[in-house]
């Protein structure tokens, strides 16, 4: 009974499906197969468990119990009564019931949640005379119906809260990254601890942790209260007692990761995160501004996710790209750097050839991730030391014999108008002032997070860019669930605060939510 096997599905964020598949294999995960933001396998309560409590990149784990079609909510009823409950709950338990629905036969997602809430509740009248109740906060058993056309898959959810919540965060700045994001982009560059880590406009710090745990090899769910499989009826508490105390694959990290930021407030909020995982003696934290940033620890990498726009006019934006261009060139050779951004003009002002580029989402943001070899000399040079290393590279950097950082002819490398980031901050007191005390949104958008989509002011007489990623709300102060961070809506799901994503076709919906909701993923590929 023990080693019984089943299918289980992991669901992530775009962008980070293969590093979770390869997380999964490395657990013992069999019939890996990867999907749209979700990755399905099979494996035993082990595996569950550990797939919980191991993987970096995972928003949640589901356990679906039940494949059937349906047209419509009287089918989903009568399906979903032929479950036996009993299996899963008893009468004292508690459930909840979370519905992803892409189909045009079922309008509304809350109704078939409400059917499946009464099929539920009928079988257990109908065999007991008594119901379990329903609980939205904190229930015994989390349920999740996705319908897709009409193949319909009912699956009981084996996390609970999303898995990017891993319980170190005791404060955050305006805009954290999230820590499945931060992992994955992590992951990504195949560091795993052997050489220094740096970020140098590190925030809260989320980056800097995720470095430390992955190079000390620490789950990320030891911070963890809870996970929703601890209260299903069969759950092995010795089993998973094992797993939470098994340390042997912990190992030593010699370096150090080291995270600067140009705000006091950000790494006094850093230091409470770190001190909160107890990684103090790995992370060593200063405030500085990038550009003063005279030196860095060798051998070493540079993972960062500068501003995009929130909180700094275009005109600094660009002139804040340029700089880290300027800084990573000079002070950061030997390197590999990876940033995070948002903006192709943003990346233009870093001046360099990127040599691997892929997408990832932020929030609802399509962001590219891009990696810069920083090397001395000339390129042909280090195309022959690559060469004599034997090494071929998929994505070659240019072939001119010219430094790769060389500025392009419009950008003239002696040009006096660079801005000096002390004296020409446009973060003026009265532009703060003004910004806070905006009368609507129309005066509050040139100081609106997300909002500068560089129109007539640019300058520079080229056109100005259509933003493509929606509005935001002007200050994300808090995690929703994985609601943030799981890509595009569909169907008219309402997002808290302004923003509706997908086609809004069945009308306003009230922004009273009986059931918790949870990340809308796509889960058949």
Known sequence: ?????????????????????????SLGANDIQIGRRMVSFTGDKEVLYKANFCCRTALRILKPIYHFK?????AVYKEVKKVKWENYMSLDKTFAIDSVIYSEDFNHSKFVAYRTKDAIVDYFMEKDQKRPSVRVNNPDLYINIHIS????????????????????????TEAPLNEVLAAGMILKTGWKGESNFVDPMCGSGTLLIEAAMIALNIAPGVHRKEFAFEKWIDFDQELFDRIYNDESQEREFTFKCYGADISPAAIEIAEKNIRSAGLMKYIDLKVQPFQQCAEAPNPGIMVTNPPYGERISSRDLLGLYNMIGERIKHVFTGYKVWIL????????????KPSEKMKLMNGSLECEYRCFDIFEGKNKDYKKALNEEGETRSSRPDVSGKPSFERRPDRPSDRPSRPNFRTDRMDRPDRRFAAAHAEDDSERAPFAPGKRYFGEDRADGRPARKDFGGKRPAVKKHFKDDEDFGGKKKFGDKKFGDKKFGDKKFGDRPDKKPFKRRGKDDFEA
């Open 149 to 172: 056309h009409n193949d319909c898959t009912l699956s009981i959810d084996s996390s609970g809260e999303s898995l990017h919540k891993r319980g170190y965060r005791v404060d955050q």
């Open 1 to 25: 009974k023990m080693s019984e096997t089943f299918e289980m599905v992991a669901k992530t964020l775009y962008g980070l499906e293969e590093i979770l598949a390869g997380e999964l294999l």
């Open 341 to 352: 951004s948002y903006k192709d003009e943003c990346f233009d002002k870093i001046g360099l």
């Open 70 to 74: 349906a047209k419509d909510a009287d």
